[in-house]
């Protein structure tokens, strides 16, 4: 009987749980529920406001609908352009969206501070505020700031940026990008700078160097200098030969043949793989002979550019297919395959 006893004791208490823990669940839902209620209630309440309100007669909400008004505000700024985001956030300041978001800029949480850097760089009163959160003790934080900053032209000097960012390997390189390519749009000449300054990372480097590839072949010679210039850095030198392809500028067409002849096999790859970008048909010679390179990379980059470059390239890889080498006849064979399946 103990036994059983014990079982049912048991059995009794897991039920115990499972009601206790459906009560809950729908508690949950029922506050849930209210809450939604309410915010959409706020929302339909201060959509006029915010679409068609005279920011003379506004008055700051209370905390809760202040909120909402806040993520209001985001989602129509988004919507709109011109003078009608100009009156959607003088109406959006006269509710105290502006005061909140300050607030959250010294709330404990990361996503939210970056929330409200990124909210507050819509206000033109509010970006000085943005401006101190290049000082933030979060890496994320920093990069969201000086990219709000940066998107508006308001940002600081590019070197003074990247020195607040304190920018380490394992950045994210595509923001880093984005950041480099607004900054171009301000101030190219300090971007270009960035390039010789010896204690930067090479992740900003090369986030430098892809944004001034972006203005074609404008930047070609210092990227070919450059191209140069980093020999004995593996690390560097192949991402300043793709930088250099992606200008497309013949102007640095000499800086990419010597690349072809480096002793670095990821030299002679991105090398490979800039000719392709630039359409550089004199290099077909070249290329071709890389067909016989050892390292598997640059046999196919050296091939894909083969492709690129047009009827020259085609011509010889077509010749190159008919090789008594089975390694250069392998990879002509296998690109032009593939050039018939694009």
């Keep these: ?21 459906l009560l809950v669940l729908l508690v949950a839902r029922v506050l849930a529920a209210r809450f939604s209620g309410r915010n959409s209630a706020a929302r339909r309440r201060l959509l006029p406001l915010l679409l068609d309100g005279d920011p003379a007669t506004l008055e700051p909400l209370g905390r809760a609908e202040l909120q ?3 993520d209001l505000t985001i989602e129509l700024a988004e919507m709109t352009r011109g003078s009608e985001r100009d009156a ?23 996503q939210t501070r970056l929330f409200a850097v990124e909210a507050l760089s819509l206000f ?11 000082d933030d003790r979060n890496p994320d934080v920093r990069l969201g700031a000086a990219l709000a900053l940066a998107r508006y032209r308001e940002a600081p000097a590019a070197l003074t940026i990247v020195n607040k960012l304190n920018v380490r390997e394992e950045e994210n390189s595509l923001l880093l990008v984005s950041l480099m390519i607004d900054l ?8 270009a700078g960035l390039l010789f300054e010896k204690d930067l990372s090479n992740r900003v480097k090369v986030a430098a160097m892809d944004a001034l590839a972006e203005r074609g072949g404008e930047y070609a010679p ?4 450059m191209a140069r210039d980093s020999e004995g850095e593996p690390d560097l030198q192949p991402r300043i030969y793709r930088a250099l392809g992606k200008t497309g500028h013949p102007i640095g067409a000499e800086a990419i043949f010597e690349g072809l002849g480096s002793a670095s096999w990821t030299v002679r790859a991105a090398a490979a793989e800039a000719v392709g970008r630039a359409r550089l048909a004199a290099a077909a010679d070249r ?11 640059v046999r196919y980059r050296a091939s894909e550019a083969l492709l690129r470059i047009g009827p020259t390239g085609i011509k010889a890889l077509r010749e190159a297919s008919d090789s008594e080498d089975p390694v250069v006849r392998t990879a002509a064979v296998k690109m032009l395959a593939e050039g018939r399946a694009r």
């Excluded at 171009?184 to 971007?191: G, L, M, Y």
């Excluded at 290329?287 to 990379?297: K, M, R, V």
């Design 184 to 191: 171009v749009e301000t101030n190219s000449e300090a971007v």
């Design 124 to 134: 033109d009163d509010a970006r000085e505020k943005v401006v101190g959160a290049l």
């Design 222 to 225: 210092l990227l070919a200098y």
């Design 1 to 21: 009987m103990t036994t059983l006893r014990a079982l049912w004791e048991v059995s009794l208490a897991l039920c115990l749980l499972a009601v206790l823990a």
């Design 287 to 297: 290329l071709s002979a890389l067909l016989e390179d050892p390292n598997y990379w």
């Design 68 to 70: 909402v008004a806040a």
């Design 88 to 110: 959607l956030l003088a109406r959006a300041a006269s509710l105290g969206v502006v005061d909140l978001l300050v607030k959250r800029m010294r709330s404990r949480s990361p």
